[in-house]
């Protein structure tokens, strides 16, 4: 890359600091730097044209985890870990919705709810018999219960009669929300350079030096935000995860609204308009979805056009309109890493299945790292 003295001298010269990836992550960590340090140079380097990994692919819950997943990690985490997972998340919402804003999100107030599969009757039982503890546990923080017993209004077939309710989930607008981020950032005078991919980093004395191919610049402070593909450049416990997703034409007289969760969390769907978003699967193929490749696979694809077919919209037409994949971050604990790497370089990543949530924490957090 030839560069001119201006684009040298304006872009690429005392960067205090530089922000790899801007996903949710990415771009509230450039937002909290600025009003930290408001005469400061921040660049934020992305490798796709748009945010390439889940912040604009996502299903758009605003959600801290449904009954299932909640009893599912107080089997790995500590009750302790999994209350402050949940602040976190509950948390992290509010900031979100604080910074731009309902209107702009789009942030509809319909509540969650969780299905059980006729033939799932172990999790339904537990899920049954573990509600009250649960509410009991998360009570300090919602003061109410949020989880309750209800019965399906909305005709699916083939579960359990009783869905769980709880009337603090909502639904955003994915895309009204990233490009607001990016439309504050700009004018925020945080400069995002797009279609650069970030190829090695090199420390020293007084910043690090960073690579974009051949070409390479200094900056103060290094920050990742790269989440699934944090291992590509750092070493950190994340491994890439796929996630599916398929979307319908509008249907007519659609009667569902919500947000839903299937399967421990595994499948999700929601209502977009008078559109079904359905994803997951992931649990089908868990070592070909361990990956940072995008794309769709036929045996994951084929079992949501199934479960679509049987178990939502059981006697609707209905016909997909579009398929797309993202790339999570996961790893065995449920806490995303926010951690000082060495003198010059952070990381704020796995943000696993619930970033748009405590996206916007975790942000602030690596940001007040410095
Ligand atoms: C299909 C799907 C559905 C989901 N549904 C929900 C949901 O409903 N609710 C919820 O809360 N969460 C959901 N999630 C999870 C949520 O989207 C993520 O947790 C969140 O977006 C992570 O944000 P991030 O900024 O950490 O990562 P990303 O959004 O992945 O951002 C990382 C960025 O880093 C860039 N990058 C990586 N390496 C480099 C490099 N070397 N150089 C330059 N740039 C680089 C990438 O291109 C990417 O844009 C879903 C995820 C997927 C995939």
């Known amino acids: 890359m030839e560069l001119s003295y201006w684009e040298l001298k304006s872009w690429f010269t005392t960067i205090d600091y530089t922000i790899v990836g801007s996903g949710i992550v990415g771009l509230h960590t450039a937002l909290r730097l600025r009003e930290r340090f408001p005469t400061s140079k921040i660049l934020v380097i992305e490798k796709g044209m748009l945010p390439q990994g889940a912040s604009t692919k996502n299903a758009g819950f605003a959600c801290f ?3 299932s997943e909640i009893i599912d990690d107080l ?7 999994v209350i402050q997972l949940i602040k976190k998340r509950w948390q992290g919402l509010q900031l979100l919705r604080k910074r731009l804003g309902d209107e702009t999100i789009d942030f509809k107030p319909y509540g969650g709810y969780e299905l059980f599969l006729k033939d799932d009757e172990s999790t339904y039982k537990e899920c049954l018999s573990k509600l009250t503890f649960v509410n009991d546990i998360i009570k300090p923080l919602f003061k109410t219960d ?10 699916f077939n083939g579960i359990h009669d009783h869905l769980i309710f709880n009337p603090f989930e909502a639904q955003i607008d994915t895309g009204n929300m990233m490009q607001a981020l990016l439309k504050q950032a700009i004018a925020e005078n945080i400069l995002i350079l797009n279609q650069q991919t970030v190829t090695s980093f090199h420390e020293n004395q007084n910043g690090v030096q960073v690579a974009l191919g051949d070409f390479s610049f200094t900056t103060k402070k290094l920050l990742f935000a790269t989440n699934g593909f944090a291992n590509e450049l750092i070493n950190c416990a994340v491994k890439p995860a796929r996630a599916q997703v398929l979307i319908t034409e509008p249907i007519p007289n659609l009667d569902i609204k919500g947000t839903f969760h299937l399967d421990k969390g595994y499948y999700y769907f929601r209502n977009i308009g008078n559109r079904i ?19 769709e696979t036929e045996r994951i694809q084929n079992r949501l056009e199934h479960l679509l077919r049987e178990v939502i919209l059981p006697n609707q037409e209905f016909k997909i309109e579009h398929r797309w994949s993202g790339i999570m971050g996961l790893g065995s604990s449920k806490n995303p890493i926010v951690s000082q790497l060495s003198e010059h370089v952070y990381c704020g990543v796995r ?12 942000g602030t957090e690596l940001a007040d790292l410095i």
């Open 146 to 155: 949020v989880f309750t017993k209800e019965v399906d209004r909305f005709g």
């Open 65 to 67: 985890g449904s009954l």
């Open 75 to 81: 089997k790995s985490h500590s009750e302790e870990e």
């Open 351 to 362: 943000l696993g299945g619930m970033g748009v949530a405590i996206g916007s924490l975790i």
């Open 277 to 295: 978003l359905f994803g997951g699967g992931r649990n089908l193929d868990f070592k070909g979805e361990t990956t940072s490749e995008f794309g």
